[in-house]
Structure formats: C-alpha cells, structure tokens
C-alpha cells in the first residue's frame, strides 16, 4: 500500500511547476513501481498483468535514476526533499 506521503509527495510534484519536468515524472514513477510491486501474482495471468507495468515503468533501475536526480539536483534542497520523501514512501 502507498503511504500517505507518496500519494501527497505525487500530488505536490505534479502540482508544483518550480519541481523540474524529470522529478516530476520519478515521483509518478516511483509511486507507480510501489503500487505494482506489492500487488499478489495468484496466477499466470496476474503476473504478467503486474509484470508489464514493472517493466515499463523500469522499476529495476529506480534506484539508479534516483541516484542520478540526487547528483542532478544536489542544489536544490526542495527538490531533494521531496525525493526523500517520495523515496520513504511517508
């Protein structure tokens, strides 16, 4: 389940025009991956319904394209905290 802060951090970064175009669409991203991960594959149909979006949403290299945000924005503290909170899933 997504926390309140993700569903929050979201709804700020699409709402927030100072919040650059490239985070914007990380923290869609990244709530997006937390949804899909944690949904049950009870069956070979369910599984690759969760699969396809984990791979589109490229959700294995979430933590590498963080990484890179971080080093992108290192000046912005606004920008970096709301990566840590989309991050913590808060």
């Not at 979430?62 to 924005?73: Q, S, V």
């Amino acid at each position: 389940m997504i926390g309140v802060a993700l569903v929050a951090a979201t709804a700020l970064a699409g709402a927030d025009p100072a919040i650059p175009a490239p985070v914007r669409a990380f923290v869609e991203r990244l709530r997006s991956c937390a949804h899909w991960a944690g949904e049950e594959p009870y069956d070979p149909d369910r599984a690759r319904q969760i699969a396809t979006p984990l791979r589109k949403g490229r959700c294995a290299a979430i933590a590498r394209d963080e990484g890179a945000l971080r080093r992108r924005y290192a000046a912005r503290p606004d920008v970096l905290r709301l990566i840590e909170a989309s991050e913590a899933g808060e």
